[in-house]
């Protein structure tokens, strides 16, 4: 892991940003499934959005970390790109965002890095196109549907 990381204009230290995320995963609501995720998301502005998973009695009204930080984003009228997200949950292994998650952070990061990690080991430093190949986006819709 580089100490720090530049991306789009914005710099960060990627042990900070995934220091960070552990911290506030500290915060999150996971009475259900007792697996708690903290999320930091990086804009390419320099800006630090955190999320914590927020589980709900009825199961599928679950918002992830990552959903909760770019919700906050946007609430909080974060607009430039996000260049970078740090996912931490419990556990030893990396918490790689779920599948709906890859389409949400899509959707404001086509390019941007994702440093996943648990407690234990390395993290798993990916790029959204490894981790969402072939996506659809607002890219995509704009042009229309035609190859
Ligand atoms: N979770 C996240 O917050 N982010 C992910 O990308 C993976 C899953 C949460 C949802 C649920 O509260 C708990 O982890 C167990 O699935």
């Not at 900070?16 to 915060?27: F, G, I, P, Q």
């Not at 955190?50 to 974060?78: D, F, H, K």
């Not at 790109?81 to 996912?87: F, N, R």
């Amino acid at each position: 892991m580089r100490p720090d990381a530049t991306a789009g204009s914005a710099s960060f230290n990627e042990a900070e940003l995934l220091r960070r995320a552990r911290e506030v995963r500290s915060r999150a609501y996971v009475p259900y499934s007792g697996f708690r995720v903290g999320a930091v998301v990086v804009t390419a502005d320099g800006q630090w959005f955190e999320g914590v998973n927020v589980e709900n009695a009825s199961y599928r009204l679950t918002s992830c970390a990552e959903q909760t930080a770019i919700t906050r984003m946007v609430a909080e009228g974060g607009r430039s790109e996000i260049v970078a997200v740090a996912t931490v949950g419990d556990g030893t292994d990396p918490c790689t965002p779920c599948g709906a998650c890859r389409q949400t952070i899509f959707e404001f990061g086509p390019d941007a890095v994702v440093y996943a990690s648990g407690d234990g080991g390395k993290p798993l430093i990916v790029t959204m196109s490894e981790l969402l190949p072939h996506a659809f986006g607002p890219k995509r819709l704009s042009q229309g549907y035609e190859t």
